[in-house]
């Protein structure tokens, strides 16, 4: 007969996640995850596989959970344009932050941290953008479509700027603790939707 799991996976995956967006993935011991999830490594490893797995198992839940909102945000129905102007001063916020700028965003801080060496994680970071980027553009275009975004304007290089530029207040936001600096640059990168 299998033993039953003496504690909840997918609180367990949380708490790693949170270990994860604190520390990064080079920081964080298996014996930091053994003592914050409180489970021993058998079950650890028996659950999730290697640190590495368990990594990827956390960036995969960080990146759905942070999708799903963005997605609520940009497919409200009537105007567009004011959507994707509020997900930008959001993550302009959250960048300034005193409380959350700190841990930055993992999808970028793995993007920095791991992607240059790490092939999976390299896939899971592009993955976000490509999702994040194909979000902005069908906004972006339904703007378009409804008047509110000169004709003039290319969608998708507009989708990839402001994308661009949300990574770069997340990168920004967590080594600053000037609110104003990325504030700024967000409403300045705004003003290409006028």
């Not at 896939?123 to 339904?142: C, G, I």
């Not at 998708?156 to 207040?169: F, I, S």
Request: aromatic content about 6%; overall charge neutral; glycine content about 6%.
């Amino acid at each position: 007969m299998a033993r039953t799991k003496d504690f909840d996976p997918d609180a367990a995956l949380q708490t790693a996640l949170e270990l994860f967006w604190r520390r990064g993935y080079e920081a964080t011991s298996m014996a930091d995850l053994v003592e914050h999830l409180g489970i021993g490594r058998a079950s650890l490893y028996a659950t999730f596989g290697s640190k590495h797995e368990l990594y990827l198992r956390a960036l995969e839940r960080y990146e759905r959970s942070g999708l799903t909102r963005i997605v609520r945000e940009l497919s409200q129905p009537g105007a567009a344009l004011p959507a994707v102007r509020a997900v930008v001063r959001r993550y302009a916020a959250e960048a300034a932050d005193e409380r959350l700028r700190l841990n930055g965003c993992l999808i970028t801080n793995t993007a920095a941290e791991l992607a240059p060496h790490d092939p999976a994680a390299a896939r899971r970071v592009e993955r976000n953008w490509d999702h994040l980027e194909t979000l902005l553009h069908s906004a972006l275009v339904r703007a378009q479509s409804q008047g509110e975004l000169p004709a003039g304007r290319e969608p998708l290089a507009l989708a990839r700027t402001l994308l661009v530029l949300m990574q770069g207040l997340r990168v920004v936001g967590k080594a600053s603790a000037d609110p104003a600096r990325v504030r700024d640059a967000a409403e300045q990168a705004l003003t290409l939707l006028d």
